[in-house]
Structure formats: structure tokens, C-alpha cells
């Protein structure tokens, strides 16, 4: 593999979990709104709010994961692509 194709599978790695990462947030998003209704309704099932912060929990932990990956992912690239510069969104990694 040459150099000039191992930067754009890095860039496309990076390109990848930066809309992975988007996508999820997103979805966190919702679940925490979510969460704050069922909350703030009287009558919410105790079970349902339970469930619903478990999957917020879950979606954080795995924010936080791919937070990670993309960040040793972006540290790769900028050790091994000096002076290029980084896929769109990938600064949320830094």
C-alpha cells in the first residue's frame, strides 16, 4: 500500500466514525429528551423510565468508546499524515 493510500484509508476511517459518532449523538439526543418528558409526566411507568435510561446509559458508554477510538484514530493520522489536514468533523475527536 502506498503512502498516498494509506492517508485516504486513514481519511476515510476517520470520515466514517466522524458520521458514525454523529449519528449516534443524535440518537442520544432524542433518548435524553426522551427520558426528560417521561419524567416530567405524572403518570410515567417507573419500568419505562427505567428502560429508557438504560438505553440513554448505553448510548453515552458507547459514545464514549467511539469518542476514544476516534480520537487514537485521529492522533494516527496526524502522526503519520504530518501537515495534512484532518477529515471534516474530525477535530470533535482532538
Known amino acids: 500500500m502506498t503512502t498516498n493510500d494509506n492517508r485516504a484509508g486513514q481519511r476515510s476511517l476517520i470520515e466514517s466514525q ?27 411507568d417507573p419500568a419505562t423510565i427505567a428502560s429508557v435510561q438504560e438505553t440513554l446509559s448505553a448510548e453515552e458508554e458507547q459514545l464514549a468508546e467511539m469518542a476514544a477510538a476516534g480520537k487514537a484514530a485521529v492522533e494516527e493520522f496526524q502522526g503519520e499524515c504530518v501537515g495534512q489536514t ?5 477535530a470533535e475527536f482532538c
Open 18 to 44: 466522524v458520521a458514525d459518532f454523529k449519528n449516534l449523538s443524535a440518537t442520544a439526543t432524542r433518548t435524553a429528551r426522551q427520558l426528560a418528558a417521561l419524567k416530567a409526566e405524572p403518570h410515567a
Open 86 to 90: 484532518l477529515p471534516p468533523g474530525a
